[in-house]
């Protein structure tokens, strides 16, 4: 089922939480709400949900206005951030719990009740646990087991507010992986909420990053993450180094170096600046008469098969970050303290007043 953002707003107070919002989720997505803590997003996601009423605007299913119906009208499937399980329930109990309070005309017979908890729980792969209470599960199989509770409804969307917030980083790596391939099967309209990066660019089939209450850019993973719109997209999308530009007559260039730069996101202004990710910027030995940024190395730290170098610019003590392969990084050998040459391979130029 499609969802319509259209014109949305809400104020808490003097906070202005949404500002014209509108977004467009197609039948059979899966969705990423992404930014920052206070970005909007969650009041989004609840208004959707009907949670919370919008000042403005509505929020349509399948085009048809849904603003002002309840919340149980609207056939959603809402999975928290802190499971919301039950506890003197056990998990079957907890599955078939939204079932059981379904008017009684459209409540389910009992051999129903159990054969659809069942076939849940196996979808979740926990058909095993259905005897266990929510204080004998881990934390991953808890959220798998909420998860198995929204669906059992039959909701026409599925909203996941900061699904994998409370878990480790390795069960939620896990969890991540195993939620796109759930909706890879079963194609229900999913919107989740995070502020977690690499989980949105990993699950979405579309990323919405948000902003103090604004949609600053709507695209797949991979539109978002090449071609940002503006600074904000850019640097939130991961580590970035800012580098002074000079304009002239054939062009941009970094550092008074000819680099690839990539369209301006703000036309030709004389002040801006260049948006390079940690590995677009190469670093090499020093050698009198080379070309590049004259840097020091303060340190080196290793995260699995790449190294971060973290260097200090030896005019102006700005500070960089590189990334190296480990074999790069093995051959270049640098040692703290040691004066390099740091490069950048491409650019992405922004206006400084963006």
Known sequence: MSITVKDVSKRFGDFHALRDVNLEIQSGELVALLGPSGCGKTTLLRIIAGLE?????????????????????????????????FRHMTVFENVAFGLRVKPRGKRPSESQIKDK????????????LADRFPAQLS???????????????????????????ALDAKVRKELRRWLRRLHDELHLTSVFVTHDQDEALEVADRVVLMNAGRI??????????????????YGFLGDVNRLPVEQGPQGATVLGLAVPVAAEGH?????????????????????????????????ARQTGALVALELVAVQGGDHLEAQLGIDEFQRLNPQPGQLLLARPRQARVFSETA
Request: charged content about 20%; glycine content about 10%; proline content about 7%.
């Open 53 to 85: 009423g919008a000042d403005a605007g509505s929020i349509l299913f399948a085009g048809e206005d849904a603003t002002d119906l309840h919340v149980r009208e609207r056939n959603v499937g809402f999975v928290f951030q802190h499971y919301a399980l």
């Open 117 to 128: 908890v069942h076939d849940l729980l196996r979808l979740v792969q926990l058909d095993w």
């Open 139 to 165: 934390g991953g199989q808890r959220q798998r087991i909420a998860l198995a509770r929204a669906l059992a409804v039959e909701p026409k969307v599925l909203l996941l507010d900061e699904p994998f917030g």
């Open 216 to 233: 600053e850019q709507v695209g797949t993973p991979a539109e978002v993450w090449s071609a940002p719109a503006n600074p904000f997209v």
């Open 267 to 299: 036309g030709h202004a004389v002040s801006s600046v260049a948006f390079v990710r940690p590995h677009e910027l190469s670093v090499q030995a020093h050698e009198p008469g080379g070309v590049g940024l004259p840097v020091t190395l303060a340190r």
